[in-house]
């Protein structure tokens, strides 16, 4: 005996429906796991390119470091060797300015003029002398102001005084004292006085 088995159409769209759900679902998953296999994919791609870049952009800064620091080392040697020749400059000033003083005094002197006494203390000065008049004194002032190692010079007296039986000038002025020239300013001395009588500081 034979048996079939008939299912009814309604059965079968409803199987076939099913199915078709299913399939569905499968493409879907399907399609949402290559989704999301494709952007972790290039989730890496793109996290491998950003630590190259990184990379690249560390070395860079460091090689950028290294050069700032051989910079700065040079910009410190360039530092410490300027201040060495200033301190080298200032001490040669300091041994020859009372040299370039005393030549600039000589050289100011007018041949009829004698300084008696010359006394400095802090850089002020007081100086006393005798000359044959008075325009001689002035001249004498004059060439000193005219120096960069003689500031603010002053006449302080005049007396008529007598040696040897010769009317004289004794005179006393004051001024400062610069055994370093200001800074920015070519030293100025005097040359010395050419004098068959000696007319020089402090005979």
């Known amino acids: 005996m034979i048996r079939i088995n008939l299912l009814s159409t309604r059965e079968i769209q409803a199987e076939v429906g099913r199915r078709q759900d299913i399939v569905v ?4 998953l399907g399609t949402a796991l290559v989704c999301c296999v494709a952007v972790f994919g290039y989730q890496i791609f793109r996290s491998a390119m950003l630590e190259r870049e990184s990379t690249a952009l560390r070395a860079e800064i460091n090689s950028m470091e290294a050069q700032t620091k051989e910079v700065s080392e040079t910009q410190a040697i360039n530092t410490a060797l300027k201040q060495k020749i200033a301190v080298l400059e200032d001490l040669d000033k ?33 100086m006393n002398g005798m000359a044959v008049d008075n325009q001689t004194v002035a001249d004498f ?63």
Do not use: C
């Open 25 to 28: 679902a499968v493409l879907a």
């Open 94 to 126: 300091k041994k020859t300015g009372p040299v370039h003083a005393m030549e600039t005094l000589s050289g100011a002197a007018p041949e009829r003029l004698w300084v008696t006494e010359f006394k400095e203390n802090s850089g002020n000065l007081a």
């Open 141 to 203: 002032l004059k060439a000193l102001a005219a120096s960069d190692y003689y500031k603010d010079v002053e006449l302080v007296e005049t007396t008529q005084a007598q040696q040897d039986k010769l009317a004289l000038k004794k005179f006393s002025l004051k001024s400062r004292l610069l055994y370093q020239p200001e800074a920015g300013q070519p030293a100025k001395v005097i040359p010395l006085a050419t004098s068959a009588s000696g007319g020089a500081a402090k005979k």
